[in-house]
């Protein structure tokens, strides 16, 4: 039986139990509920829950271990010299046996007997149930598919058994629990605080494995390029090593990578901020109900345009359209035809990814002011002020912290961009003023540097996740930040 059959059965008692605890709730009461401690609906979910949470749990649990027990245990069984290969090789040789056993869970007795005869060999057979096996199937491989075939389906067949078995253990035990002046209110409140809670943390703990796999990967990348050399580096050239070799030649310098991320970004942010927040003050102080209604939704579209069609767009469109705009004012005032505007630069993608941004700054900003007080408007008015002195004056800085925790996600967003910059601003990493040419980001490196088949044993795949970790300062650092702004003025306001 597989596990979602075993949810569905776990589930149908707990609802049984939920009837069966509210019907002996009224029985024990004497249908007098004045005489219950809580009402009999708390009774009958304390025995649901104790009926399901606890065999989901161990579910969950059995899940998560069962396959890795018997991978090992199978893994043990295979020949000495299977087991002294390399860890890389283990996970190829598991993955085949793994394969191999689904395909010989579709064989026929039939084509058990083909096989048996050598009319067809493994692999043939098996590609014929639609089971591809990468490489040869070697002589150890069935034998090992079927011992770990028939563990699973003993291990299923356990499963099933351990949890029905506890499911109804809670059923009955929760059941006989119930009395008048039992507090099952309480428990199950305690056990819905207690989910609350767990689902709360999920983003910390999420939050949490990311940085420790993260650190642990940029420690292991710091053992072989020095700190410093990484941090106040001007050149950025990995040069991969060829497969196998443990040669670790190259440069790592952040600085070009850094500089190509904040200025694309801050060109991005020169395009949107002023853009964005003058479309909030339009539509939260101007526009007609009517008018915004048709135009916030419409402003809003750009910000479901999947981020590869803006890099197309500046690809195809503004690239060259810059370029071409440039190579005529060249010609005219020097009387020759040459861009001084690359097609990918800087300013093709800042300009692209700051269209790409409006959406978030006028649609936060714009919330923002219309949460202010609807009297602080009509106080100033009320003093003479014009409409426009009232937004400059008294609107604008009692949102200016909301506006400002808006504008830091927005350049977080634009430092994490990766597909504008790959189309429009190239991957060169050089150190310019020049918005005209082009650069790139720490987060197209960090593409660059684990794309393909590779080992996370060398510096040039390991400094990813030391540019990862950097981005991850950096935005941590802008949150902080965000945190002192709201702060200091909200206090003013309060």
Known sequence: MNAATTIVIVLCLAALGYVAGRLRANRVAGNVASSLHSRSGYYGAFVAIFTALPSLFVLAAWLIVSPMVINSQVFDSLPREIQALPDTDHALQMGKINSIAQGLEQLTPQDEARLKSGAVDMRSLLGEKG???????????????????AMHSASGLYRTFVIILLAAVGLMWSWIQIKPRMRARNSVEAVIIAGLMLASSIAILTTVGIVLSMVSETYRFFTSVPPLEFFFGTVWDPRFAAAGAEDSAGQFGLIPLLAGTLYIAFVAMLVAVPIGLYAAIYMSEYAGQRLRSVVKPLLEVLAGIPTIVY???ALTTVGPFLRDISAQIHGLAFGEVSSFIQAQSVLTAGLVMGIMLIPFVSSLSDDIITA????????????????????RRVIFPAALPGI?????????????ETMIVVLAAGVAARLSLNPFEPMTTVTVKIVNQLTGDLEFTSPQTLVAFALGITLFVITLCLNFYALYIVRKYREAYE
């Open 404 to 416: 400002v925790g808006a504008l830091l996600l927005t350049a977080s967003r634009a430092i994490g």
């Open 131 to 149: 089971v591809a096996i990468a490489g040869e199937v070697e002589d150890y491989m069935p034998a090992a598919a079927r011992k770990l075939s």
């Open 311 to 313: 890099g197309f767009f």
């Open 372 to 391: 202010v007080p609807q009297a602080m408007r009509d106080g100033s008015l009320g003093l003479g002020a014009t409409h426009s002195e009232t937004i």
